[in-house]
């Protein structure tokens, strides 16, 4: 049974490793010549890191991965705890650590663990068709390949996935501007070992460590869309955006890399519970695009990852019924992942600012016990418990 995987992203690399590892031959077709992630860092959290040492790569993950013992919120003018706790009590409840890890190492990391000669760069899909035996998918190189099915990881702006929807999908401008990069740690901005959040008029800033004595830092401002600003004002903007922050914020502000910082105006798609025609199934981004305030998005793409080659092991079901039955074990669970996160994003982004600021005083008497209960349930859910 040979496979067709669209995209080298974190959905499509984990994936190809997930059918590897039960007898698919999977060949993976990407678009750019060389993969450049969007972010700067992702937190790979519980269920997440179960699905990459489901893929076998537990200890690499682990070596990528920072020490984000303790958690805090700080306030935005004086720079002081709100609350501060241990995140011990969530490992040993979902019994993982979460591992905050430079983007560009973790991809690296999924593709150096895939036969090189089975992942082709430079390959745009722009038609697919399908008929009784198989799928057949042009590039826009003229070249074309065909397999028994295809998987489409080919992101939040999917070319597939109006194929499989039969309608276009528009992207929700989630109504914020997230800013990231990595800076050396420094211990006056935040702890080595936590990850801090400083919060205040809908706006915060947060570092989290990650190998190497590095900081994933972003901020983040609500903002309309399509405003004039790139890289070349990142400083400018951002002192502008936090003045009046406490010092720790200004430091950062000052010790970042304009060059490698990143800007992105945050969207997600409204779930949708079509992931399947046929012998076409699409995962990750483009199935389920979230905002990233629970951080959920590219763990979710892993557990799809995981799920599907849960359902094509057994080899006992046709294709189209595997996919299927992809399908219903993943549409519920990612809704409630993209709901979440909006219901995150509004809170903290003062959609209705009296929400924002009820929030901030339940944080001041947050002893860590409400804050993990949600995280714990949201990582349970995962396919790996
Ligand atoms: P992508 O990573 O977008 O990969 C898609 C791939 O397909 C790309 O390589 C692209 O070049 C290729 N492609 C596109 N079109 C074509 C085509 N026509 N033909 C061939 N190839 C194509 N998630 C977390 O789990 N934790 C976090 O902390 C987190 N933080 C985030 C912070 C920010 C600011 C953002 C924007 C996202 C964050 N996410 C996080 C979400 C996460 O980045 C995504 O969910 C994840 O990258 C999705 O992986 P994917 O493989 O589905 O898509």
């Known amino acids: 049974m040979k496979a067709i995987i669209i995209g080298a992203g974190i959905g499509g690399m984990s994936t190809a ?11 993976v077709y990407e678009a750019v010549k060389e993969i450049k992630p969007v972010g700067a860092a992702i937190s790979v959290w519980p269920n997440g890191v179960k699905c990459l040492n489901y893929l076998g790569l537990r200890d690499a993950v682990k070596a990528l991965g920072g020490n984000m013992a303790w958690m805090a919120y700080r306030d935005f003018v004086s720079g002081n705890d709100m609350t501060r706790f241990s995140m011990a009590p969530l490992v040993s409840r979902v019994g993982e650590s979460p ?5 560009a190492e973790l991809q690296q990391l999924l593709i150096d663990s895939y036969p090189a000669e089975k992942i082709h760069f430079g390959k745009r899909v722009c ?9 057949s998918v042009w590039f826009d190189d003229n070249s074309h390949a065909r397999g028994d099915f295809l998987i489409a990881a080919d992101g939040t ?9 039969e309608i276009p999908t528009e992207r929700r401008y989630a109504g914020y501007v997230n800013w990231n990069g990595l800076v050396t740690i420094d211990e006056s901005i ?23 004595n590095r900081f994933y830092f972003f901020f983040d401002v609500p903002l309309p869309k399509g405003l004039p600003e790139d890289r070349s004002t990142v400083k400018e903007d951002l002192k502008g955006y936090f003045r009046g922050w406490a010092e720790p914020v200004q430091r950062l502000i000052d010790t970042i890399d ?27 981004d483009a199935a389920h695009s979230t905002t990233p305030d629970i951080g959920q998005g590219g763990c979710a793409a892993m557990e799809d990852a995981v799920v ?15 996919l299927l039955r992809y399908q219903q074990r993943r549409n519920e669970r990612v809704k409630d992942l993209i709901l979440k996160a909006r219901k995150r994003c509004d809170v903290t982004h003062a959609k209705d600012p009296q929400v924002t600021a009820a929030w901030y005083q339940a944080l001041t ?3 860590g016990v409400n804050v993990l209960a949600g995280m714990c349930e949201t990582i349970e859910g995962g396919p790996l418990g």
């Open 365 to 367: 008497r947050e002893d």
């Open 157 to 165: 702006h999917s070319v597939v996935r109006e194929y499989v929807r």
């Open 190 to 212: 935040a702890p080595a070992d936590q990850w801090t959040t400083y919060v205040g008029e809908g706006k915060r800033v947060s570092l989290m460590p990650v190998s190497g």
């Open 127 to 135: 038609r697919v068709v399908q008929d009784a035996e198989g799928v």
């Open 258 to 284: 304009p060059q490698t910082t990143n800007r992105v105006e945050i969207h997600d798609i409204e779930p949708f519970m079509e992931f399947v025609k046929g012998r076409v199934a699409l995962l990750g």
């Open 308 to 322: 599907l080659a849960s359902v094509l092991a057994s080899h006992s079901l046709g294709i189209e019924d595997s």
């Open 17 to 27: 490793l997930a059918l590897g590892r039960c007898g698919y031959d999977a060949e």
């Open 99 to 103: 591992y905050p890890v430079a983007r």
